[in-house]
């Protein structure tokens, strides 16, 4: 959450600080602002969006070819002009950017306070670029010994960057907990919290590791330095990156972009790791730990928000092909409990970003305990990829809109090949049956496309239903965690109150919901559970409910029974949460967009969530 961005070279910062704040948008857009050097340190900053920033801004000195900038996602203090960043020390001399949570804030403004410190702000950062004024003053220290001591004296997680008037040559970036990532160009440097601001000026990169001090001096080597004071050498890695993924394509939206990328990304995310030819599913990024994962007396998946659902799903799949018992956890309660494990556990994290501060926690709670861990992420260097033992990337491609979709699909798919590869080894599975699991896990991408197909109807059936205020999604088997994951989708972007529940449980409360305005969408695929299913959607059906059911093609007994169905291709019972998400997407899109609402940025949400 919030987004940093920094640069320091020849050319004018602002026009690159705020090409990087757009970027970084996803991450939090309560408000934004920039500090720009030159002869004088000039300081805006504004509630809203970037946009709001660049109204604000026209006419103003804009000079510097060093700069910092920020946009928010409010933790501490109302998003308002006061409490964006950047935030000035006491003399207006130093600024500082901050993503992350200083807990023990309070006990430092205090004693700050006490010392005749005023605060401008509400925030915890502002305590922060005070303390590190102080620091200074008191010891006698140059800014960056100032900002090492001051690291010391903190509890929490930050990811900061620090510029002062003082040394108009100079950046000072530090991170523990949130990401910060260091492009090194031609005689110019940037620091962003991740890479996408970057990639277009360089593909050299240096990602700080917790409790690094980056020092960043113009015409000089990058330092690195710990806040235990022992340099560290940079290690530079190479961005893959790639630019086009970062734009919308003629998209309206970057959700509509990324639910069409899905039959690439799901490709993408296959691509070496299933071999029919060979009849082998292998993926690389475990190989050491194949046997580990086969042998584990219990899997337990820890995840937070879409990646949760990705691990419900992984549930049924492990449980059906792998026959290795599994527990899905939310991140954020497992890290607090004291649960049970053990060294023969094996923990699978899922995230898209990397970053999420639970998953972070909880990750490093199972280590404590002896677990293995492997993860599966999507960006590619990021906070969680670098924490576990071994782990897998889903190739999807940068997911920019908020709302996630393509990497929900992606993180299936490699569950699906991890529960594909345990079988594989364990011999579980006749041999014809693994081939066809195989053979029609290829096919899913083609399927995807043909899902896609009903995107009209979709926005016709949106069009219908875009004024309620409730939506019920149900469904069963592998279908459950996808009703939880079509009505998080509508929740995210359109506000409009949705649940998801497995179909049967609906007896034991929410039908008391069910009247003629109600709305309840069943996914109601041919296989499994499906004619418990049907009996479910007759209940709804006999209570004058409103039904819209996502059927196999070819169904012909729902489609009686329900008011819209929406058709996607058959496939096996294990692979069809792939298909039955998509339509699911496209109506909260197509609802969202009708109902005027910002679909990439829907209100106080954030794409990486790396505060608890
Ligand atoms: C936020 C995002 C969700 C995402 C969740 C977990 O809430 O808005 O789309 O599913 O975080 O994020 P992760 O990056 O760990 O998958």
Partial sequence: MCGIVAYIGDRQAYPLLMKGLQRLEYRGYD??????????????????????????????????????????????????????????????KHVIIHNGIIENYVTLKKELGKRGYEFQSDTDTEVLVHLIEDIQAKEEVDLVEAVRIALNGVIGAYAIVILSKDNPDQLIAAKRGSPLVIGVGNKEFFVASDATPIVEHTKNVVYLNDNEIAIINRNENLKIKTIENKFMTPYMEELELNLETLEKGGYDHFMLKEIYEQPQSI?????????????????????????????????????CGTSWHAGLVGEYLFEELARIPVEVEYASEFRYRDPVINKNDVVIAISQSGETADTLAAIELAKSKGATILGICNVVGSSIARATDAGSYTHAGPEVGVASTKAFT???????????????????????????????????????????????????????????QNMLYLGRGYNFP????????????????AEGYPAAEMKHGPIALIDEEMPVIFIATSKGPYPKVVSNIQEVKARKGKIIAIVTEGDTTV??????????????????????????????????????????????????????
């Fill in 267 to 303: 490709k993408d995310s296959m691509r070496g790791r299933l071999n029919l030819e060979t009849g082998i599913v292998g993926l690389g990024g475990i190989v050491d730990y194949e046997k580990k994962l086969a042998n584990a007396e219990r899997i337990i998946m820890i995840a």
């Fill in 410 to 468: 992606a993180q299936i798919t490699l569950l699906a090949l991890m529960a594909l590869s345990v079988a594989q080894s364990k011999g579980n599975l006749k041999k014809s049956y693994f081939q066809q699991l195989m053979n029609e896990l290829e096919s899913i991408p083609a399927k995807v496309e043909k899902a896609l197909e009903a995107d009209e109807q979709i926005k016709y059936i949106a069009g219908v239903y875009k004024d309620v």
């Fill in 482 to 497: 996808v009703a939880l994951e079509g009505a998080l989708k509508l929740k995210e972007i359109s506000y409009i109150h």
């Fill in 559 to 612: 489609k009686e029974l329900a008011d819209y169905t929406i058709e996607i291709p058959e496939t096996m019972e294990p692979f069809v949460p792939l298909l039955s998400v998509v339509p699911l997407q496209l109506l909260s899109y197509h609802i969202a967009v009708m109902r005027g609402c910002n679909v990439d940025q829907p209100r106080n949400l954030a794409k990486s969530v790396t505060v608890e």
């Fill in 31 to 92: 408000s934004a602002g920039v500090a720009l050097l030159n002869s004088s340190l000039n300081l805006y900053k504004k509630k809203g969006k970037v946009a709001d920033l660049q109204d604000f801004v026209k006419g103003k000195d804009l000079r510097g070819n060093i700069g910092i900038g920020h946009t928010r996602w409010a933790t501490h203090g109302e998003p308002n002009d006061e409490n964006a960043h950047p935030h000035y020390s006491s003399s207006k």
